[in-house]
């Protein structure tokens, strides 16, 4: 694999990653009753619980992303230059 190709492949999953994030937010802003009812009777947690896992769910998988996806495509794409 050919450093423009990693290029590619991190700038691609870059992409991916940040609009699952949005999409997974606003799922959460807009759904949250549907959303809470569910994981509340799937994992039998209280409103109180379920908002500390989504914020927790949130704030990692962005850090992950950030860290493992978009800090190495932007060092590479610093690199070409």
Do not use: C
Not at 12 to 38: C, E, G, K, P, Q
Not at 50 to 70: G, N, P, Q, R
């Amino acid at each position: 694999m050919t450093v423009s190709q990693l290029t590619a492949l991190l700038g691609w999953a870059s992409i991916i990653n940040i609009a699952y994030l949005l999409f997974a937010t606003l799922v959460l802003i807009f759904m949250r009753d549907t959303i809470s009812s569910i994981h509340a009777k799937l994992f039998n947690f209280d409103d109180k619980a379920l908002s500390e896992k989504y914020f927790d769910f949130l704030s990692l998988y962005k850090v992950i992303t950030l860290v493992l996806v978009v800090a190495p495509y932007l060092a590479l794409k610093i690199m070409a230059y």
